[in-house]
């Protein structure tokens, strides 16, 4: 069998810290109430919390994902009754995509499980290499 990359390569463990961070994050929204949000939700409604009622293009390339992936988040995420679509009244083929009460009302708290976490990341690594950790994970998702 020719080489195979190791379990420790970069690749492998971003993946796997993103899996984890992203399991922590559900399992506290869901203990604050809010047991139908995904962490890929978060596609969403970050770029939304930022400026509700964006175009489904301009929300996929904030989010930096395809026209087709935000479309499929978007409507999951209005069958979870965070978000809601309405016709641009500019232009009546493209949609605009608004945060509910519900999401509204989700953005604190999920600012507050993403505080936490960030606390429990600097109490193992610090809060320099937390500060490092973050600048190098921001260059490396816009390589």
Do not use: C, I
């Amino acid at each position: 069998m020719e080489e195979a990359p190791p379990v420790n390569n970069v690749g492998f463990l971003l993946a796997k810290a993103s899996q984890r961070w992203n399991e922590r994050l559900t399992a506290a929204l869901a203990a604050a109430g809010y047991a139908n949000v995904r962490a890929s939700y978060g596609s969403v409604l970050l770029p939304l919390w930022e400026q509700d009622g964006m175009r489904m293009g301009a929300l996929a390339e904030r989010a930096r994902l395809s026209k087709q992936t935000m479309t499929t988040l978007v409507r999951l995420a209005e069958r979870d009754g965070l978000v809601r679509r309405r016709t641009d009244p500019a232009d009546r083929r493209a949609a605009r995509v608004w945060l509910t009460p519900t999401a509204v009302a989700l953005a604190p708290v999920a600012a507050a499980v993403v505080a936490e976490l960030r606390r429990e990341v600097e109490s193992v690594l610090g809060p320099r290499a937390t500060r490092v950790l973050q600048r190098a994970l921001l260059t490396l998702s816009n390589m």
